[in-house]
Each structure stands twice: as structure tokens, then as C-alpha cells.
């Protein structure tokens, strides 16, 4: 071989190859990272929304009367601005003077998971959405408040 070419540097074939592979994963590792991240930015929304439903739900339930807080509220519905999602309200009766208020709110993500045990999102328990058997919807936001009757 010519001495003109053996002092000339650079990277071989296979070296280029194996460069290129590593730049692929690490580039398709931190898209997968990216939209991830935009996946739990999207959930912390919801979750915050649904949050903020269920503190003004309660709010209101707390400047009821307490006579009328088991009639009006036991079983009903509500629903948060920019959330796919229902909340509904538990009302028991513990004592005559004593109620114990749970709020809980499913949502359905933009990637279709569902955040809670309201699978069609409808407020109600339905046959088969009751994983844990304990006779009410359960979710990740779920507010449960001890409300005593002073008068």
C-alpha cells in the first residue's frame, strides 16, 4: 500500500454503523421519554381539575342545611370544566347527627386509560366496575369528610 494513504484518518464502515445504531435507541429512548412526559403533564391537569370539582362540590354540600344534605346529595353527579370525566357523591348516614360525605371523580385520558373504577364514565357503578367489591366507585381523587350536626 502507498505510504500516501496509510497516514490518513477517519472511521471505518462498521465504526460508522455502530454510531449510527447507539444515535437511534438514544434518539427513539428520549422520544418515547418526550411523550411520556406529556402523557403525565395531561394526567396532573385532570387530576387538579378534578380535584378543584370535588373541593367546590364539598364546599356547597357544607353550606346545605344538614337535614337536607342526604336527600339532596346521596348518589348524584357532577362534572369539571376541560375534564372527560363524572364525579359522584356518597352520602351515609352514620349517627342522627352524624353523615360521612365521599366525593369521587373518574376521567378518561386523551389515550383512552381511565383514571378510576367508572370505566364508561356515566357517574354510576355498573356491573364489572367494581374491582375492589366494596359497593362504591374508588379513584384516584376522592374526598371523604365527617360532617356533624350542631343544632
Do not use: H
Not at 337535614?67 to 352520602?91: E, K, Q, S
Request: charged fraction near 15%.
Amino acid at each position: 500500500m502507498p505510504a500516501k494513504y496509510q497516514n490518513k484518518n477517519g472511521f471505518s464502515l462498521s465504526e460508522l454503523m455502530i454510531a449510527t445504531l447507539i444515535f437511534t435507541f438514544t434518539f427513539a429512548g428520549t422520544i418515547l421519554v418526550f411523550f411520556r412526559c406529556i402523557e403525565l403533564s395531561e394526567m396532573a391537569r385532570n387530576s387538579s381539575a378534578a380535584v378543584n370539582a370535588s373541593r367546590s362540590r364539598l364546599a356547597s354540600i357544607e353550606n346545605t342545611p344538614f337535614a337536607n344534605i342526604l336527600t339532596t346529595y346521596n348518589n348524584t353527579t357532577f362534572t369539571a370544566d376541560g375534564v372527560n370525566g363524572t364525579g359522584v357523591t356518597y352520602v351515609t348516614s352514620l349517627d342522627v347527627n352524624l353523615l360521612r360525605v365521599t366525593i369521587v371523580f373518574c376521567w378518561r385520558e386523551k389515550n383512552g386509560r381511565v383514571m378510576g373504577e367508572d370505566t364508561n364514565i356515566n357517574g354510576a357503578l355498573n356491573a364489572g366496575e367494581d374491582a375492589n367489591g366494596n359497593g362504591v366507585l374508588d379513584s384516584p381523587v376522592e374526598l371523604t369528610t365527617y360532617i356533624y350536626d350542631t343544632t
